[in-house]
């Protein structure tokens, strides 16, 4: 029984322009099914199948098969269907036609159709779906709804009478097409009688997860997906951290605001010069207690902090991202939650992970000058010093 997998993938999208060449987070969208659809390890074969030859290169970089589909089979001079106007010199938008010209000349039992605008799709939801598409003609993706829903202004799943707490709604089902697979045979025999063989045979559904169901269709569910994309990064990061007000001081992410409160505020706006150094920060600073923003953008902020003896930062905790220091002179006493004190001096380099409350102070009889690295703008939970904050590790 051999089973492949399809990725279509065009040119020409108009909502959002040559979406398929689109960076998302760093890659093409296509990489990220490429990537889930290899490590379920469901398919014989997995196929790019694209009238475009830019993709070709994609496919061989991934070890799948390219297939170069005919521009007037399901393409952009598609005229496999008599009846809508969509199929004659146009962009084709109707999956059956390039889904039967893949099927008649790739030989296979089952094959599953993944879109590349659903990137969150995830191998093992791949594989789970392929084992349940072995028992049936058709499978489709579907995702479930717990909202109070209408159709023309009608209640479907709930009673205007009472209300229904969310969670006892039947949930309503609506078609995804992140991923959909059909017996092969089934299909085209649909086809061939002028039926449609989207719906064809014996039809069951798949439940697909709501994060793995978002298609991108629009900026806003682009901008949705890239932050999810980003934020699964840090996937084990979600859920971890509670605000106890017995223990939380309070919580900041101004960074100008905050520093100052420190004592060592921001006085320049230079930031993210092509080239510095060190000793040219020091001549502009010359002996005051400041910050120096060295690197301040969309990700990062990165500032030269410089403090005399006895003055640091308050006891605090940032949940979403780690931080790290360069000493460049003098000593800093580091106080960390759950741990002994220690001294960094020049060229010492400490890391704290997300979620560890610490402060630092500037000791000894020299002023002290070190690099703080971090997110821009990240959150400051300021808590009661010797206490672990509930949601720590």
Same mark, same amino acid.
């Given at each position: 029984?051999?089973?492949?997998?399809?990725?279509?993938?065009?040119?020409?999208?108009?909502?959002?322009?040559?979406?398929?060449?689109?960076?998302?987070? @760093?890659?093409?969208?296509?990489?990220?099914?490429?990537?889930?659809?290899?490590?379920?390890?469901?398919?014989?074969?997995?196929?790019?199948?694209?009238?475009?030859?830019?993709?070709?290169?994609?496919?061989?970089?991934?070890?799948?098969?390219?297939?170069?589909?005919?521009?007037?089979?399901?393409?952009?001079?598609?005229?496999?269907?008599?009846?809508?106007?969509?199929?004659?010199?146009?962009?084709?938008?109707?999956?059956?036609?390039?889904?039967?010209?893949?099927?008649?000349?790739?030989?296979?039992?089952?094959?599953?159709?993944?879109?590349?605008?659903?990137?969150?799709?995830?191998?093992?939801?791949?594989?789970?779906?392929?084992?349940?598409?072995?028992?049936?003609?058709?499978?489709?993706?579907?995702?479930?709804?717990?909202?109070?829903?209408?159709?023309?202004?009608?209640?479907?799943?709930?009673?205007?009478?009472?209300?229904?707490?969310?969670?006892?709604?039947?949930?309503?089902?609506?078609?995804?097409?992140?991923?959909?697979?059909?017996?092969?045979?089934?299909?085209?025999?649909?086809?061939?009688?002028?039926?449609?063989?989207?719906?064809?045979?014996?039809?069951?559904?798949?439940?697909?997860?709501?994060?793995?169901?978002?298609?991108?269709?629009?900026?806003?569910?682009?901008?949705?997906?890239?932050?999810?994309?980003?934020?699964?990064?840090?996937?084990?990061?979600?859920?971890?951290?509670?605000?106890?007000?017995?223990?939380?001081?309070?919580?900041?992410?101004?960074?100008?605001?905050?520093?100052?409160?420190? @004592?060592?505020?921001?006085?320049?706006?230079?930031?993210?010069?092509?080239?510095?150094?060190?000793?040219?920060?020091?001549?502009?600073?010359?002996?005051?207690?400041?910050?120096?923003?060295?690197?301040?953008?969309?990700?990062?902020?990165?500032?030269?902090?410089?403090?005399?003896?006895?003055?640091?930062?308050?006891?605090?905790?940032?949940?979403?991202?780690?931080?790290?220091?360069?000493?460049?002179?003098?000593?800093?006493?580091?106080?960390?939650?759950?741990?002994?004190?220690?001294?960094?001096?020049? @060229?010492?380099?400490?890391?704290?992970?997300?979620?560890?409350?610490?402060?630092?102070?500037?000791?000894?009889?020299?002023?002290?000058?070190?690099?703080?690295?971090?997110?821009?703008?990240?959150?400051?939970?300021?808590?009661?010093?010797?206490?672990?904050?509930?949601?720590?590790?």
């Amino acid at each position: 029984m051999k089973t492949v997998a399809v990725i279509p993938v065009a040119l020409g999208s108009k909502r959002i322009k040559d979406k398929n060449l689109l960076l998302v987070d @760093g890659e093409p969208l296509i990489h990220y099914v490429l990537r889930a659809a290899i490590e379920s390890n469901a398919f014989d074969e997995i196929y790019v199948d694209s009238e475009h030859d830019v993709f070709e290169s994609i496919a061989k970089s991934h070890n799948v098969k390219f297939r170069k589909r005919p521009k007037d089979k399901g393409g952009s001079e598609c005229y496999m269907c008599n009846i809508s106007s969509n199929c004659k010199g146009t962009r084709c938008q109707i999956h059956d036609h390039y889904l039967y010209s893949f099927m008649t000349s790739i030989n296979a039992d089952y094959v599953v159709q993944i879109h590349t605008t659903s990137p969150l799709i995830t191998s093992k939801t791949i594989s789970n779906f392929v084992e349940q598409l072995h028992t049936t003609d058709t499978l489709i993706g579907v995702e479930d709804h717990k909202k109070e829903s209408l159709f023309q202004n009608l209640p479907i799943n709930f009673s205007t009478s009472v209300k229904t707490p969310t969670q006892h709604l039947t949930p309503l089902k609506t078609v995804c097409w992140a991923l959909t697979g059909w017996s092969s045979e089934t299909f085209k025999n649909t086809y061939e009688n002028d039926l449609s063989p989207t719906f064809s045979g014996k039809i069951k559904y798949f439940n697909i997860p709501k994060i793995e169901a978002l298609d991108i269709d629009t900026h806003e569910e682009l901008f949705i997906a890239e932050a999810c994309l980003n934020h699964l990064k840090r996937k084990d990061n979600v859920g971890k951290h509670y605000y106890d007000p017995e223990k939380t001081l309070g919580i900041d992410r101004n960074v100008k605001k905050l520093i100052e409160e420190d @004592g060592s505020p921001i006085q320049w706006d230079v930031n993210n010069r092509r080239k510095t150094s060190i000793e040219e920060i020091k001549d502009i600073i010359k002996d005051q207690t400041s910050s120096f923003p060295v690197v301040w953008t969309d990700n990062d902020q990165v500032f030269l902090i410089q403090q005399s003896p006895g003055e640091g930062c308050r006891y605090h905790y940032h949940p979403t991202k780690d931080e790290w220091w360069v000493i460049f002179e003098g000593e800093f006493l580091y106080e960390i939650d759950g741990e002994e004190p220690f001294k960094a001096k020049k @060229g010492d380099i400490i890391f704290i992970e997300k979620g560890k409350a610490h402060k630092m102070t500037c000791v000894g009889s020299e002023r002290g000058i070190r690099l703080a690295c971090g997110e821009n703008n990240f959150s400051h939970v300021y808590v009661k010093e010797n206490d672990k904050p509930f949601g720590f590790n």
